[in-house]
């Protein structure tokens, strides 16, 4: 763990009895980002989606200025000779994903989201594979392609022949190509400058809110944008302050406290806590082909994670 990477001060400040429970909030932390595809749906035709992306980062940004503006404040020279690198980084990680995460959902199902987005870590371990040469067993190699079999099953509908004749859901395709910006995203934290991890974050996310402006103009320019609705503006003050913000700070703490490797594994409750929540929300149906597709991913996600080599 890198000198000062936990996001001190926020627990010990407003929630000490958490500052010392790793499993708690990475429990937390799932389930919001599972929440987060709930949010998506919901605020179709109450906020437009690059409304909701450009407000999401605006939100988290006052939320990180009050929070950790100490921390900002001494570390925020260090972070200059990286300029580029950190608006790569919050173009793909955070403005990309999240533009086509919210575009997404227009078109596809939370369920369908929240699966493909528990993905991710197949697809950071296939980037590595063909980026950085990591050496990748037999057994993780199985487990891609059972991940990816999922995906397939899901973009589908449980019919993997429509594929062949270009028959697939827009929006699972964007969820898709966002899972992958994620996945390039995290790959790059490979190279993050030697900073606390929560400046790091403060940084990319002030790159988000930059970056989502081009969008929102173009939004507004095609007559997509409208006015937020007020369960819009309640959407956007939940996935700002929670998915945005609280979530990141909660797993930058838990990795800090028990390591990555550790913290990673619990991301596999995404694409659990995902469905269950649409199911229970917004009353999606879970079909047998959903079914199908998410022991597909969390079965190769977890033959690709226990047959590698394991760390803290």
Same mark, same amino acid.
């Given at each position: 763990?890198?000198?000062?990477?936990?996001?001190?001060?926020?627990?010990?400040?407003?929630?000490?009895?958490?500052?010392?429970?790793?499993?708690?909030?990475?429990?937390?932390?799932?389930?919001?980002?599972?929440?987060?595809?709930?949010?998506? $749906?919901?605020?179709?035709?109450?906020?437009?989606?690059?409304?909701?992306?450009?407000? $999401?980062?605006?939100?988290?940004?006052?939320?990180?200025?009050?929070?950790?503006?100490?921390?900002?404040?001494?570390?925020?020279? /260090?972070?200059?000779?990286?300029?580029?690198?950190?608006?790569?980084?919050?173009?793909?990680?955070?403005?990309?994903?999240?533009?086509?995460?919210?575009?997404?959902?227009?078109?596809?199902?939370?369920?369908?989201?929240?699966?493909?987005?528990? %993905?991710?870590?197949?697809?950071?371990?296939?980037? /590595?594979?063909?980026?950085?040469?990591?050496?990748?067993?037999?057994?993780? @190699?199985?487990?891609?392609?059972?991940? @990816?079999?999922?995906?397939?099953?899901?973009?589908?509908?449980?019919?993997?022949?429509?594929?062949?004749?270009?028959?697939?859901?827009?929006?699972?395709?964007?969820?898709?190509?966002?899972?992958?910006?994620?996945?390039?995203?995290?790959?790059?934290?490979?190279?993050?400058?030697?900073?606390? =991890?929560?400046?790091?974050?403060?940084?990319?996310?002030?790159?988000?809110?930059?970056?989502?402006?081009?969008?929102?103009?173009?939004?507004?320019?095609?007559?997509?944008?409208?006015?937020?609705?007020?369960?819009?503006?309640? @959407?956007?003050?939940?996935?700002?302050?929670?998915?945005?913000?609280?979530?990141?700070? %909660?797993?930058?703490?838990?990795?800090?406290?028990?390591?990555? =490797?550790?913290?990673?594994?619990?991301?596999?409750?995404?694409?659990?806590?995902?469905?269950?929540?649409?199911?229970?929300?917004?009353?999606?149906?879970?079909?047998?082909?959903?079914?199908?597709?998410?022991?597909?991913?969390?079965?190769?996600?977890?033959?690709?994670?226990?047959?590698?080599?394991?760390?803290?």
């Amino acid at each position: 763990m890198r000198s000062g990477s936990s996001p001190t001060g926020l627990f010990s400040s407003f929630l000490p009895w958490l500052h010392n429970q790793a499993y708690v909030l990475l429990v937390f932390t799932t389930l919001i980002w599972g929440a987060n595809a709930v949010a998506a $749906r919901l605020a179709v035709g109450e906020v437009s989606p690059m409304m909701l992306t450009f407000s $999401r980062w605006i939100v988290c940004c006052l939320a990180l200025g009050l929070c950790a503006r100490r921390q900002i404040a001494l570390h925020w020279r /260090s972070l200059l000779p990286s300029w580029r690198f950190i608006t790569v980084m919050g173009t793909l990680g955070f403005t990309g994903f999240n533009a086509l995460f919210y575009a997404a959902a227009h078109h596809t199902t939370a369920i369908n989201i929240a699966i493909i987005q528990g %993905t991710i870590p197949v697809l950071v371990l296939l980037g /590595s594979l063909l980026f950085f040469r990591t050496r990748v067993g037999g057994l993780q @190699l199985v487990g891609v392609a059972l991940t @990816l079999a999922g995906i397939v099953v899901v973009a589908s509908g449980g019919h993997p022949a429509l594929l062949a004749e270009l028959g697939f859901n827009i929006g699972d395709v964007w969820m898709i190509v966002a899972s992958m910006l994620y996945a390039a995203y995290a790959l790059g934290l490979r190279r993050r400058p030697d900073v606390p =991890a929560i400046v790091f974050f403060a940084a990319t996310a002030a790159v988000a809110c930059l970056v989502s402006v081009p969008l929102l103009v173009a939004e507004i320019a095609m007559g997509d944008f409208f006015v937020p609705t007020p369960t819009g503006w309640a @959407l956007v003050l939940f996935v700002g302050l929670l998915p945005s913000f609280a979530s990141q700070v %909660t797993f930058i703490h838990a990795v800090g406290l028990i390591g990555p =490797a550790r913290a990673g594994v619990f991301l596999n409750l995404v694409p659990i806590f995902g469905p269950l929540l649409a199911v229970l929300v917004l009353g999606e149906p879970l079909s047998l082909y959903h079914a199908v597709a998410l022991a597909l991913v969390l079965g190769g996600i977890y033959i690709a994670e226990t047959s590698g080599p394991r760390g803290r």
